[in-house]
């Protein structure tokens, strides 16, 4: 391959286990996203007191101007980095000039058709915010190919002390824009000084710099391999942005702003969970595709962790949609529960299919992905636009109805064809879907009628949902045979715990 092997490329040292690293790797990820979720509710909590549902409306239309523009920014060029099983100095460097230049074009097209978006939306305001939400592309361009070569070298911590630390800049930006009076543009303004401090900080991470490309066969294979992605990304944004399109189009940046901030809730913990283990697991499993067994015994264990995790959330968010608006939101944002209690639901339909893009992408079946989300896209049109005359709450039960509509059906395709079963995901998934609905029916009787104002109460049901689940998740891990390597994990984990916690009270008695 041209332009020889730079050692900046290389994959994780030879005889290193993929399995090690990607449970390490996850775990690291998993401490370092409790910290931005801390993060992230903490703003949240600040921002919704600073600014009105309207500034959010307004902020989401722009949004969602700049995701279409945006969609073909990274052109699946990083996540084809991540899944080549070897790469050169050309393709990294080709890669890199491609991703900024389309990066930079795009931002060009997105001020084109700021003006047009703002009229179609009857909002003049959206125009120049959707300009600052785009001038963010070439700066995330620049640090594409960097994330994707940590990725590689399952460098997990770093990459996500580099987000974390970009995510506190951009918290603090947004806030002190939003008390200085900035409006909508505190939340995009915010975005850019967050990404710039990240890319900066994975350059210092990775030594490794472009230089000139003399063959450009590597790009042509990683565009070619990118782009079912970016069609699979464009039907992503259909079903994913075209609700906030609709309700913004039909209902105005108020209900568009109280829809925004329940459906911001519902991502914070699917990036608190499936996020970083994906970012851990996929990896790996596209090194070890040739080794099915080792591939299947992989994408077991990191659903055992990521179902245990996710069903608890689910749980949470739909038997305390109110209590969770009033902690993080606070008084004006009420209407907001019940769409918080709706994405519950979603969230439970969409942990059922958390193992597709994994498989998908580490065997390398990006165009049955693609066919995939375009054969399920009529449902996710169909609800929302039925639910539209209903308001943001309308547009949200169509959306999570579709979703548990087709999450069995999205599972038997995903994993048909792959070493492992749809039998054996649908298997581990059951019995902890089962505790979150049981948890659900129980902590609703208990429920601590709670005030406006009133923190405690709020806390109290919260608490016992959780311990309601974690009581019935416990007994499954426990007992039920499928979970039996989970139990042999935790034991070698806690077992390590103790043999270090011994050897450290000896250091320390020898000192003493």
């Known amino acids: 391959m041209g332009g020889g092997l730079d050692p900046n490329l290389a994959e994780p040292r030879p005889g290193t286990s993929l399995g090690r690293l990607a449970v390490r790797g996850g775990a690291a990820a998993l401490c370092a996203q409790g910290l931005t979720i801390a993060v992230e509710l903490a703003t949240m909590a600040v921002l919704s007191r600073l600014l009105a549902p309207r500034d959010y409306g307004l902020a989401a239309m722009a949004a969602s101007v700049v995701a279409l523009v945006g969609l073909l920014r990274d052109a699946g060029l990083g996540t084809a980095l991540v899944q080549r099983a070897e790469i050169d100095a050309d393709t990294a460097s080709g890669v890199f000039f491609t991703g900024v230049a389309l990066a930079a074009g795009l ?13 179609a939306f009857g909002e003049p305001q959206v125009a120049p915010l959707v300009m600052v939400g785009a001038a963010l592309f070439p700066v995330a361009a620049l640090g594409t190919v960097h994330g994707a070569l940590l990725s590689r070298q399952m460098r997990l911590a770093s990459l ?3 987000s974390l630390a970009g995510l506190v800049l951009s918290s603090a930006a947004m806030i002190g824009l939003a008390a200085a009076g900035a409006g909508p543009f505190a939340l995009l303004a915010g975005s850019f000084a967050g990404t710039l401090v990240q890319v900066a900080l994975v350059w210092r991470l990775v030594p490794w710099r472009p230089s000139r490309v003399r063959r ?18 464009l039907v992503t944004y259909l079903n994913r942005q075209f609700d906030n399109v609709l309700i913004g189009w039909r209902w105005g940046p108020g209900e568009l702003g109280l829809y925004s901030r329940a459906y911001s809730i519902l991502t914070l913990p699917q990036s608190l969970v499936a996020g970083p283990i994906s970012a851990s697991v996929v990896p790996a499993l596209a090194r070890l595709k040739d ?10 264990d990191a659903l055992r962790v990521t179902f245990c995790l996710s069903f608890l959330v689910a749980a949470l968010m739909v038997a305390n949609g109110g209590d969770i608006i009033a902690l993080l939101a606070g008084p004006g944002w009420e209407r907001a529960a019940d769409m918080v209690t709706i994405f519950g639901l979603s969230m439970a339909a969409r942990t059922v299919m958390t193992a597709n893009p994994w498989i998908f992408v580490s065997l390398g079946r990006t165009r049955r992905m693609l066919g995939l989300q375009c054969a399920t896209l009529p449902a996710f049109l169909t609800g929302m636009v039925a639910g539209l005359p209903f308001g943001a709450e309308g547009v949200a039960l169509g ?9 069995v059906p999205c599972v038997v395709v995903a994993a048909r064809g792959s070493p492992i079963g749809a039998a054996a995901i649908l298997r581990l998934a059951a019995p902890l879907l089962g505790v979150a609905l049981g948890a659900v029916g129980l902590s609703r009787l208990l429920r601590v009628p709670a005030a406006a104002g009133e923190v405690w109460p709020c806390l109290l049901n919260l608490a ?26 935790m034991r070698d984990v806690a077992g390590a715990l103790v043999r270090r916690g011994v050897a450290a009270a000896a250091v320390r008695r020898k000192a003493a």
């Open 399 to 407: 959306f999570s109805l579709a979703h548990a509509l087709v999450a």
């Open 107 to 119: 931002t060009l097209v997105a001020c084109a058709v700021a003006p047009a978006a703002a009229a």
């Open 464 to 489: 016992a949902t959780g311990i309601l689940y974690a009581v019935g998740a416990g007994l499954v891990v426990l007992l039920d045979p499928a979970f039996g390597r989970l139990r042999g994990q």
């Open 160 to 162: 996500n002390a580099a």
């Open 216 to 233: 450009w066969d590597g790009v042509r294979g990683a565009l070619s391999f990118g782009a079912p992605l970016t069609a699979t990304s």
């Open 291 to 300: 080794a099915p067994e080792r591939w299947r015994g992989l994408v077991e």
